[in-house]
């Protein structure tokens, strides 16, 4: 696994690094939001080096298993049959959890704007953007691959674990960048890397859950990623101040971690699931 970890990791440094090194010199119009003007090779590095973790997995199961292993492990992504609660989960658990975010925000005087409804006519787009800058470049590999590997050699509470840390680590160089983590945007600390982590920690064990008790569909995290990434619900609010993303996000890990923390009440840290773990 330590090799799979690192040329998911590399081939996304590799990428990334020289797009944030560009951002860093453009001066103040790099701040956060500032994308006008962006040159097309720092929009595809961005891009291709999201796809890091994906690439990864399809490389090592090419050379485990030759294309037999890449048919098995891109088969996970046509796994849909898995009961409607399910797509029901993927789709609105994370849109709860950013709800909450943002009650929590707004209770301690944040501001969010008057709503703009029409808006939300934007929600096919933000998905679509969600979904290729993002969950089909990480999943095949965090949870396709990684995740039954590790799982076949410990709990699945501790391969969550594992995996979340690697997940926050993979992200280090888009701290500095103008999106990408929670931290990016603002200054790179101890607490705010710590509370990033702990925000993919909490997401990690309910991705795992959510793996676990759906065969292993790949197709599944691949949702739950997006509807995480699209903020949909923010999309009515244009006129927020501009560090509500960022504080809402960090605000709702407290909602993560509550419904985490049941998963594990429910079905236990071992597993994870009441039926079998999916295997490679």
């Known amino acids: 696994m330590t090799r799979f970890f690192a040329l998911a990791c590399l081939w996304s440094w590799a990428c990334w690094i020289p797009m944030v090194l560009y951002f860093q010199n453009r001066g103040p119009a790099a701040g956060e939001g500032e994308l006008a003007g962006i040159p097309i090779w720092a929009l595809l590095l961005a891009f291709?080096?999201?796809?890091?973790p994906t690439a990864a997995g399809l490389i090592f199961a090419a050379r485990?298993?030759?294309?037999?292993?890449?048919r098995a492990l891109l088969r996970r992504l046509l796994i849909w049959r898995v009961g409607v609660r399910w797509h029901l989960f993927a789709?609105?658990?994370?849109?709860?959890?950013?709800?909450?975010?943002?009650?929590?925000?707004?209770w301690r005087g944040g501001a969010l704007g008057s709503p703009d409804l029409g808006r939300l006519a934007l929600a096919p787009v933000a998905v679509?953007?969600?979904v290729i800058f993002g969950?089909?470049?990480?999943?095949?590999?965090?949870?396709?691959?990684?995740?039954?590997?590790l799982q076949k050699r410990y709990s699945a509470l501790k391969s969550s674990l594992i995996l979340g840390l690697v997940w926050t680590l993979w992200h280090t160089p888009m701290f500095w960048g103008p999106g990408g983590t929670v931290v990016s945007g603002g200054p790179v600390t101890f607490w705010a890397i710590g509370k990033y982590a702990l925000y993919l920690l909490g997401f990690a064990?309910?991705?795992?859950?959510?793996?676990?008790n759906t065969r292993g569909s790949v197709l599944l995290v691949v949702i739950f990623h997006t509807s995480a990434n699209a903020v949909l619900p923010l999309l009515a609010f244009p006129a927020r101040a501009d560090d509500a993303s960022r504080?809402?996000?960090?605000?709702?890990?407290l909602a993560i971690w509550i419904a985490a923390l049941l998963a594990l009440i429910v079905s236990g840290p071992q597993k994870l699931t009441r039926g079998?773990?999916?295997?490679?």
């Open 48 to 52: 291709v080096g999201g796809y890091g």
């Open 64 to 70: 485990e298993s030759g294309r037999d292993g890449v």
């Open 91 to 106: 789709w609105l658990a994370p849109m709860v959890f950013l709800l909450a975010g943002m009650a929590i925000y707004v």
């Open 128 to 130: 679509f953007f969600a």
């Open 135 to 149: 969950p089909l470049g990480e999943e095949l590999g965090w949870r396709g691959y990684a995740l039954p590997r």
């Open 205 to 212: 064990i309910l991705y795992t859950w959510l793996f676990n």
């Open 247 to 253: 504080l809402i996000d960090e605000w709702s890990v």
């Open 276 to 280: 079998e773990v999916p295997t490679p």
